[in-house]
């Protein structure tokens, strides 16, 4: 089996993990900017982190022979902060050209409050600006619907955002469909507990096809695994699923979304 994980926080992971999943067929992990842990007091603990994301953390994950991109972006968990988040997005751009970065995320919601919403409006245009690619968290359990909404109208009310370059993560049941009819993609999650189980990821893929669909283990400071995406795979091919079905949707999937940044290549 060979596969790519698309979102998954090595941040919070120990080396051990790197060799567990390149055992499992992982080629390649995409580490999304997000929270640390912890709340970061200035703009210089940004600095420090965006530094991890494109110099250490490649060089760790290589030891594996894991290829390792990052994405860039402040998460809505620290967007309270207004001022401090202008510094963030004006800090970012000088990191847009390393060799490893592959757009703008992850942002969107996590409570749905107005300093949020302004704080995602400034990075879709962020990213509009440098024609990146954006990949969005959609916020927890009861507000995954409101959320889900304000953010695909902050989207398609920008005219430079082109859907295809845009992936929104986390969705479940109630707001995959709405996010495949406006021609963006979608990634499913899956936590052992939240989000999204195994089974629950496969009903989607039965239910909704494989286009535009990929799925991760987000594997961060919560409960969560960092083999969930292998695990997953083996129960789809338990449920009679193909190979080449589950190579699709774990392996070539992702590259199809992310070939659209120059900076993603697969090594051979
Ligand atoms: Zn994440």
Redesign the pocket.
């Known amino acids: 089996m060979r596969y790519i994980e698309p979102?998954a926080?090595m941040v919070s992971r120990v080396t051990d993990d790197y060799e567990r999943m390149a055992l499992a067929g992982c080629a390649v992990v995409c580490e999304?900017a997000?929270w640390a842990g912890f709340d970061r007091s200035s703009v210089a603990g940004f600095y420090d982190y965006f530094s991890q994301l494109t110099e250490y953390e490649p060089k760790r994950a290589a030891k594996h022979g894991i290829q390792h991109f990052s994405w860039l972006g402040l998460n809505s968990k620290e967007a309270e902060d207004v001022k401090l988040a202008e510094a963030v997005v004006a800090l970012i751009p000088q990191f847009l050209g390393r060799s490893n970065v592959l757009g703008i995320g992850?942002i969107g919601l996590n409570k749905n409050s107005r300093n949020e919403l302004r704080v995602l409006e400034m990075q879709v245009d962020l990213a509009a600006r440098h024609q990146q690619l954006i990949l969005v968290?959609t916020p927890h359990l009861e507000d995954k619907l409101k959320g889900t909404r304000l953010i695909l109208d902050v989207l398609k009310n920008d005219p430079r955002i082109e859907p295809g370059r845009v992936i929104i993560d986390h969705v479940e049941e109630h707001t995959v469909a709405m996010v495949l009819d406006t021609g963006m993609w979608a990634g499913m999650t899956l936590y052992p507990e939240t989000k999204c189980t195994p089974a629950r990821a496969i009903d989607m893929l039965e239910t909704y096809g494989r286009e535009r669909l990929w799925l991760n283990s987000?594997c961060?400071w919560g409960c969560s695994d960092p083999l969930a995406v292998p695990k997953t795979a083996l129960a789809m091919q338990r449920r009679g699923h193909l190979a080449t079905i589950v190579d699709q949707v774990i392996y070539q999937n992702p590259q199809c979304f992310l070939r659209q940044c120059k900076n993603f290549k697969v090594a051979d």
């Open positions: 979102h926080h999304p997000f992850e968290h987000a961060d």
